[in-house]
């Protein structure tokens, strides 16, 4: 069974620029989670979508974060303008279900300068 | 507001030692439990969870965590270290009050040496 891929696994912007991750769960899953852990912390939730439809957004910096998940497959998180504050590994993780366990790709290592 | 402290940043323990990662938890709900490792440039790999029923729980890997909810606590431990469980260790906790989103602890860096 092929794991959550994402891509790119590495980007360096400079700030005020635009970014876009891209993410594809475990065929079959319906829940999706877009996490950022920076350096020294544990992953916190950005998103979650269940199917296309966003279950959680709270902690999501809506001014300049935005994620979609089109047809509830695969899904973009995107940055509008990057801040310094930005750098960070953003996680991708999907589950059979809403509540079920969680399964992560590789990570998208961000750096703004 | 739900948190999870790992109190140890790094651990450092030579290869055939005994491990135990600390976890201690507040949470305004009946908690479900998660360890995860995650190995440079990897996503984290569910190691154990706890949901309800029996308290010590078994893992992959050999490890073992047991929750104690007087204390609040769900520490991971492992008899005899390998050095390739040399990685960062994060203890999470959620609840279906809270819809089983996951907050994570700020992780514990284990060092092997032999």
């Known amino acids: 069974e092929a794991g959550v891929a994402q891509s790119p696994r590495y980007k360096i912007i400079e700030k005020r620029q635009s970014v876009a991750f891209w993410c594809n769960p475990i065929s079959g899953h319906a829940t999706l989670y877009w996490y950022q852990q920076i350096l020294g912390q544990g992953p916190k939730l950005l998103i979650q979508f269940q199917n296309n439809g966003v279950v959680d957004d709270s902690q999501l910096p809506k001014d300049r974060f935005s994620a979609e998940r089109l047809k509830g497959v695969d899904s973009t998180l995107k940055i509008q303008p990057a801040k310094l504050e930005d750098s960070a590994v953003y996680l991708c993780a999907s589950s059979l279900d809403f509540g079920g366990e969680q399964f992560f790709g590789p990570g998208t290592r961000l750096t703004v300068l | 507001a739900q948190s999870v402290t790992q109190p140890d940043i790094h651990i450092t323990v030579s290869e055939g030692a005994s491990l135990e990662l600390r976890c201690n938890y507040s949470?305004?709900?009946?908690?479900?439990l998660f360890w995860y490792v995650q190995s440079p440039g990897q996503g984290l790999q569910l190691l154990l969870k706890y949901f309800s029923g029996d308290t010590l729980v078994q893992g992959i890997k050999g490890f073992e965590a047991e929750f104690k909810r007087s204390q609040s606590s769900f520490n991971l431990r492992k008899p005899s270290v390998h050095w390739s469980d040399a990685a960062e260790y994060f203890c999470?906790?959620?609840?279906?009050?809270?819809?089983?989103?996951?907050?994570f602890g700020a992780g514990t860096i284990l060092r092997v040496k032999s």
């Open positions: 999470a906790v959620g609840a279906r009050e809270y819809g089983n989103k996951l907050v």
């Open positions: 949470y305004g709900a009946t908690p479900y």
